[in-house]
């Protein structure tokens, strides 16, 4: 019994600090870039911190842990206060987190590379592998070019302004679009997981890159 406590407690452990940080982190470099931009909106907020605290939305944080779907607090930006115009300073502050995750992963991983976990404790190694998975998780997932996630910004930024106009549905119907491949996922025996397909191969390429 408690060798069975001690292996459900660690992933969890494992899980609760990683989205601790990657949720916290990740909305406070949306902060950040737009304060950077111009943008005083997220400050006044008190969102320019890098206390996780202040960017977690509990629900969303504790789904995160036990389910791995999650958010957080989105980040209040006024995109017509940002440098290079809305558009682009949206792209600008959007990029921001994902690449925020990405960094966060790179940094676990350097330790990993030079070889000081080793002879570390199985937990640890545990800890530290979750946290580099879930980062990259997290950098390739937001990319996905449909609202509301960062990447449908990123992707109106790279088009250009007529491009932007002909993927503005995309803005009204991503979050249905991206539901309903969610949901796709679980449908047993339909073998329908297309984001997977697409997402995980991503993953590990970046994973294998990061690692070595």
Not at 11 to 32: K, N, S
Not at 97 to 115: D, E, F, M, V
Not at 128 to 140: D, G, K, S, W
Request: hydrophobic residues 55%; aromatic residues 10%.
């Amino acid at each position: 019994m408690p060798g069975l406590a001690v292996g459900t407690l660690v992933p969890l452990l494992a899980r609760a600090i990683t989205f601790f940080f990657a949720i916290g982190f990740h909305e406070a470099a949306h902060a950040w870039t737009a304060y950077r931009l111009g943008d005083d909106t997220a400050k006044r907020a008190g969102r320019l911190t890098l206390n996780p605290i202040a960017h977690l939305d509990p629900l969303g944080y504790i789904l995160a842990v036990f389910a791995f779907i999650g958010w957080g607090k989105p980040t209040p930006v006024s995109p017509w206060r940002l440098r290079y115009g809305p558009r682009v300073g949206s792209a600008l502050v959007a990029v921001a987190g994902p690449l925020t995750n990405l960094l966060l992963a790179a940094l676990a991983a350097i330790p990993w590379r030079l070889g000081y976990f080793n002879s570390a404790p199985g937990w640890t190694l545990q800890v530290l592998e979750t946290f580099i998975f879930v980062n990259v998780a997290l950098f390739v997932f937001n990319l996905i070019p449909l609202a509301p996630l960062d990447g449908a910004s990123v992707l109106a930024g790279i088009v250009g302004a007529r491009g932007a106009q002909m993927l503005a549905p995309l803005q009204t119907y991503g979050p249905m679009i991206l539901l309903g491949l969610i949901l796709l996922s679980y449908i047993p025996g339909l073998n329908l997981n297309i984001l997977g397909s697409v997402l995980y191969p991503a993953m590990n390429s970046v994973a294998r890159l990061l690692l070595g």
